[in-house]
């Protein structure tokens, strides 16, 4: 028998990224609350600065807690490593602020969450960077909107609110045939249920705040990278820096370039860091993603399946149901199961729509109404009176939501008492 071994997925949950530390033996990873590290002497602070050396020097840059719970990502995800920040939205603008030049172009599906748009739509903008939006679904229209400033293709594993998959296979193909990278925000899928890297995307993004850490404590978000890209005549990440004294990451650092551009430029400008805290709660998550992963799965399916024959609901978009268009996508890209958050649509008994989603909302019990997912206990969102509260019947349902459209994120709760709550909810609209 060998004595190395390529330890399974649940394994590496748990130890990936830590050996008990030398000093004490602490078992679980320690939590560093440090803002800055001491010096051996002058030469080593000047070889850290100039990179030459690695090792911790401020905790905006790096920590070491924050370390483990990048090296346990990067881990899990299949990828060379991963840089965490203090958000979702902090790891995509990351992205975007390393990989882009004002003129540059980014085509992105049309199905993303809500604060991704704005970022895209209106702060991106003031950067003059110009987004495409797509169907996702489309492969030619994805190969139609790339131009020559086309610099990155952008979607989510699972589109929200209508169950959508991204077809990986064919987008990382056509980005590879335009040399650029596909970037996939995975938060719903979390490495357990999907690894885009396999499938050819290049850069993965997450909202930790969701899944990952899995009990609705912390926000935090991450970068993970293939290392298989090839960015020789991609000139942001290949050229000589002027902010890092005309470094060139790619030739310096190779597989590795891109996320060291993105930590010590990008990170290190903006600032947005994630506290050592926040990524020992993200580690303490990672723990039990596989257990928490199968339990939302499948109670979100025996919801959805519950749902479907509701003589109160119209129409469930899980790709777990056999009449979702992507059912069988779904199967291919997300074996263990699509996720646990999906829409349906209350069934208008007679006039309101918009009043009967309220009415819902109002009379369930276990459910907590509030403004996120991929928490333990069970979330519930009418986007017509909150999230989406400003637009118009005509508006919403361009982007796919209804007066009465619901959305639901199944928790850890007994399947019994997920389903009494929403029948006695939906009898009582
Ligand atoms: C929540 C979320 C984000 C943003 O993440 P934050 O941690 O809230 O900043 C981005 N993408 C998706 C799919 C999300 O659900």
Redesign the pocket.
Known sequence: MSNKRNFGFDTRMLHAGHIPDSMVGARAVPIFQTTSYVFNDADQAAQLFELKQYGNIYTRISNPTTASFEERVASLENGTGAVAV???????FAVFMTLLAPGDEIVASSH??G??MTQLVHTLKKLSITVHFVDPSDITSWEKAITPKTRALYG?IIG?PGGTILDLEPLSALAKSHCIPLIV?S??ATPYLCRPLDWGATIV??????FIGGHGTS???VVVESGKFDYTRYPTIADPSPSYHGLRFYDTFGHYGFLMKLRCETVRDTGACISPMNSFLLLQGLETLSLRMDRHVANAQAVAEFLAQHPRVTAVRYAGLPDHPHFERAKKYLPQGPGA?FAFNIKPSSGDARAAGKKFIESLQLFSHLA???DARSLVIHPASTTHQQLSDEELSMGGIGPDTIRLSIGLENREDLLWDLDQALRAV
């Open positions: 203090a958000s979702g939205m902090a790891a995509q993303l969450y604060g991704t989510e929200n925000d938060t719903f993004v997450h909202s930790a705040t969701k926000i935090g978000g958050v996120n997912i991929g």
